[in-house]
């Protein structure tokens, strides 16, 4: 591998750490995640926010749900009351994915709710499986490594 | 997120009908999901920061199939069909449904979301969709190819 093309790796690889440094540090000012709103939740009290967490119990009688928010590692329990969404075939486990007014460090009045149930959500990784061999096929039946120009050759019978 | 087998589907289904490089197209369908790496930290209980999140923004997927591009030997040859694949997984992605936010399409420029919210990414028949569109495409190719065969064994 030439000079120029290292020379060009390196310059977009350091781009894109750049903003992905960029994004890291600035991403809650704009777009703050689930750990920051719970650290911070005065600065977002009364204000709308997006939540992601895990269903614990379900309560259809006041229509509500105790979810578990956060996922590494998990920072405590929130309540969300939800008024407009039939939670009826809501189980323990599922997903949820809410947007709402943060009322109280424990409470949440939810404006739209997604909730992805348990064996729905894990099977869209399951899914996902098959897609790695496929790839693998797909790409090394018509490339190859060549190891002494360090480039991807196309195959001959591809050629 | 949408499945990968539907990203890839999808993908093969544009490098074939497109007549590009099919392979590099369904590699770069794929790019923006490395930002699936972030799992890795969620198993291991650690706060990642949401450093990767700029993979799965056009800026950073174009900039990884940059990367990959310099190790081929024709690197715009190699880099157009990894963008067309980029282009089919951030269309896909568009139609998913979140409750808010979406797809940063402007990073770094701008932090909005945008969204179709069409699809929700848990809906299995989305993957049944395209496996049957990519076995009809599959179909079709290989009936006209027979019929080429044919044609030039008479």
Known sequence: MNHHRILLGCFLLSILIGLMIYYSFDHNNHDPDTEYILDHYEQFNNTKVTLIGEVKDVDRTNNTLLIQIGQSPPKGIILLISTTENLNTTQPGDNVEVYGVLTSKNSITAEKLLISERWAYSLIFIRSLPAIPFVMYLFFRTWRFNRNTYRFERREKHG | ?154
Request: hydrophobic fraction near 55%; proline fraction near 3%; charge should be positive.
């Open chain 2, 1 to 154: 997120m949408a499945d990968w087998l539907t990203h890839s589907l999808v993908g093969w289904i544009t490098g074939k009908t497109t007549k590009r490089d099919i392979a590099l197209i369904v590699i770069g369908s794929l790019i923006p999901d490395l930002v699936k790496i972030n799992l890795a930290f969620i198993w291991l209980n650690l706060n990642d920061h949401q450093f990767f999140e700029p993979l799965h923004t056009p800026i950073g997927a174009v900039l990884i199939a940059g990367i990959i591009a310099i190790s081929f030997n024709d690197i715009r040859k190699a880099f157009i069909p990894l963008i067309i694949g980029i282009s089919t997984h951030f269309i896909l992605d568009f139609f998913l449904v979140h409750v808010h936010g979406g797809i940063k399409l402007l990073f770094p420029f701008s932090w909005e979301g945008w969204q179709y919210n069409l699809i929700r990414s848990d809906d299995y028949r989305m993957t049944i969709v395209a496996i049957l569109a990519a076995l009809l495409v599959y179909s079709i190719y290989w009936f006209f190819a027979r019929q080429k065969k044919q044609k030039t064994r008479s």
